[in-house]
């Protein structure tokens, strides 16, 4: 009887030893701090951007309203850590946000530092250029030898590299970008179709080439949160995949788009 019970005793210990020495999840901290920190980048307009609304300056965007559901399926508060785009996942890895939501395609070389959702939106690439110029961009080869702007740290980056003997300006801002393209600095600034859109719309200037740019394989925008975080990216994918199937995703995006472009 005495063994048994020693048995059993031990047996006790060793489980709750066991349970105590078990880490939370990131999930489990998130919901237990009542918050969760996104971090973005608010010059990639319709995806986020400063808004200035009733004379307060709120971030905006489709990607904000994506988080804000997150933090809303979660059951938490959001904030916003607004930085350039080639600090947020050295912010996300050294656990200053807890998720990133910037337009951010899954690219292999990121994918080695951080996890990924499943692609949430896919968009064409756009270049800008002068207006008066605009005839002399018909093709991505009209590319060549020219003055490129890209934001730093994007796939746009990488596209521009292969552009044969073309001189590239990387920056951290895509408003920097166009004054660089406005002021003659650059001859034409690749970002993504919808953002070059905006721009566009925004200024009598400049205008969006008939230029198709090769599409990456890995094209598409994603969630990225610190490695070994499964439940928070499972979590993530159950309200994506929600967003999807109620029409809420596509709501965002024509909501964004009407906000920047004042409609």
């Known amino acids: 009887m005495k063994k048994w019970l020693t048995v059993l005793l031990i047996t006790i210990l060793a489980v709750s030893l066991a349970a105590c020495g078990k880490s939370e999840s990131k999930l489990d901290t998130i919901k237990k701090n009542g918050k969760i920190v996104l971090g973005t980048s608010a010059d990639y307009p319709p995806y986020e951007f400063h808004n200035l609304a009733g004379g307060k300056d709120e971030i905006a965007g489709f990607d904000i309203a994506i988080a804000k559901r997150v933090a809303e399926e979660l059951g938490v508060q959001l904030e916003i850590q607004d930085m350039k785009f080639d600090g947020l996942l050295l912010a996300l890895n050294s656990d200053k946000v807890d998720f990133v939501i910037s337009g951010m395609t899954p690219t292999p070389e990121r994918a080695k530092n951080v996890d990924f959702t499943n692609i949430y939106y896919t968009a064409e690439q756009g270049v800008l250029v002068k207006k008066e110029a605009v005839g002399s961009y018909q093709s991505f080869d009209d590319l060549k030898g020219k003055r490129l702007g890209v934001q730093k740290g994007t796939i746009q980056e990488g596209i521009a590299k292969e552009v044969e003997g073309a001189k590239i300006t990387s920056l951290s801002k895509i408003s920097e970008l166009v004054m660089e393209l406005a002021s003659g600095r650059v001859d034409a600034v690749i970002a993504e179709k919808p953002v070059a859109e905006q721009y566009a719309k925004n200024r009598n200037d400049i205008t969006v080439a008939n230029v198709v740019v090769p599409g990456d394989e890995e ?45």
């Open 219 to 263: 094209g598409g925008s994603a969630i990225a949160v610190k490695k070994n975080n499964k439940p928070l990216v499972d979590e993530l994918n159950r309200v994506l995949d929600e967003l999807k199937q109620d029409g809420s995703l596509d709501q965002y995006i024509i909501e964004a788009n009407e906000l920047v472009s004042g409609e």
